[in-house]
T-cell receptor
Framework: DVKVTQSSRYLVKRTGEKVFLECVQD?????MFWYRQDPGLGLRLIYF???????EKGDIPEGYSVSREKKERFSLILESASTNQTSMYLC????????????FGEGSRLTVL | AQSVTQPDIHITVSEGASLELRCNYS??????LFWYVQSPGQGLQLLLK??????LVQGIKGFEAEFKRSQSSFNLRKPSVHWSDAAEYFC??????????FGSGTKLNVKP
């Protein structure tokens, strides 16, 4: 069964802390994504990566960075967490092909105090 | 620009009643269309997808959706709702470059 695993389901951090959210997929997918989900706003794309060490900004990249050193792992980094980054973060992956579907992890709920 | 609209934020239906969730999209080319479901505290699970061919697609859990190009719609339907269908539902459009655009979601409540 295909799997996208997010390392932390729940995190509580303080303002100014550096935060790492890890995501691993076991499907050999080229593309990986980080979304942020907030009530009433749906899913908003933060960053995506189409290959190792390759990344592109999504719709809301400010305050975030990403790292993809290996094909199966895609990390989201909050250099200095702020309260407005309190949210649910969803990682997803898909094959590089037309009409490839997204596979999602279970999400990481981050609270910044 | 691509966009997806789900006009209903909340919907409540009685168990056993039929369901239709609306989705309208804006996309210049032939879209790839998806419906995902999210149970509380969980990630998103694919219900069904449309790429080409028959405009009525069947998915898991008894759901179906119909693509209507003239109306730019991809509405999700189920003939008889079960209490376990209570969740949030997201419509999405994908393009040829593996970018996906999501609607804001519709929360479904099911009355006993």
């Amino acid at each position: 069964d295909v799997k996208v695993t997010q390392s932390s389901r729940y995190l509580v951090k303080r303002t100014g802390e550096k935060v790492f959210l890890e995501c691993v997929q076991d499907m050999d997918h080229e593309n990986m994504f980080w979304y942020r989900q907030d009530p009433g706003l749906g899913l908003r794309l933060i960053y995506f990566s189409y290959d190792v060490k390759m990344k592109e900004k999504g719709d809301i990249p400010e305050g975030y960075s990403v790292s993809r050193e290996k094909k199966e792992r895609f990390s989201l980094i909050l250099e200095s967490a702020s309260t407005n980054q309190t949210s649910m973060y969803l990682c997803a992956s898909c094959l590089t092909s037309a009409a490839g579907e997204l596979f999602f992890g279970e999400g990481s709920r981050l609270t910044v105090l | 620009a691509q966009s997806v609209t789900q006009p209903d934020i909340h919907i409540t239906v009685s168990e056993g009643a039929s369901l239709e969730l609306r989705c309208n999209y804006s996309y210049g080319a032939t879209p790839y269309l998806f419906w995902y479901v999210q149970s509380p505290g969980q990630g998103l699970q694919l219900l069904l997808k449309y790429f080409s061919g028959d405009t009525l697609v069947q998915g898991i859990k008894g759901f179906e959706a119909e693509f209507k190009r003239s109306q730019s719609s991809f509405n999700l339907r189920k003939p008889s709702v079960h209490w376990s269908d209570a969740a949030e539902y997201f419509c999405a459009v994908g393009d040829n470059f593996n970018k996906f655009y999501f609607g804001s979601g519709t929360k479904l409540n099911v009355k006993p």
